[in-house]
Nanobody, 124 residues
Framework: QVHLVESGGGLVQTGGSLRLSCATS????????MGWFRQAPGQGREFVAA????????RYADSVKDRFTISRGNARNTIYLQMNDLTLEDTAIYYC?????????????????WGQGTQVTVSS
């Protein structure tokens, strides 16, 4: 069983920054791509960012491109999501997940393990 635990969420004003972390018990961690999705109230789960098994390739949703950065620390079994210039539309629960393969992807069905999520609230 793979466990994913997110942290770093909270309340921030528009234009502010947050850094989310996701620690996993998965071994070997660096065989798999990882991703972040989010879900706002009354909305479906939305792709945010993904990173390949080795960190060499990343993908982003258009809505967060140039503001968010996904990275991974393979030695620490952790991935990160640096979020800058936050807007009200970024308010959501953010989920870390593991993909069933090594390449970064945006399709939710290809992710097999999910964390419990961390709340990000952006206020004006």
């Amino acid at each position: 069983q793979v466990h994913l635990v997110e942290s770093g969420g909270g309340l921030v004003q528009t234009g502010g920054s947050l850094r989310l972390s996701c620690a996993t018990s998965d071994r070997p961690f660096n065989d798999y791509a990882m991703g972040w999705f989010r879900q706002a109230p009354g909305q479906g789960r939305e792709f945010v960012a993904a990173i390949s098994f080795d960190g060499a390739s990343t993908r982003y949703a258009d809505s967060v491109k140039d503001r968010f950065t996904i990275s991974r620390g393979n030695a620490r079994n952790t991935i990160y999501l640096q979020m800058n210039d936050l807007t009200l539309e970024d308010t959501a629960i953010y989920y870390c997940c593991r993909r069933t393969g090594a390449r970064a992807g945006y399709d939710v069905a290809s992710y097999d393990y999910w964390g419990q999520g961390t709340q990000v609230t952006v206020s004006s």
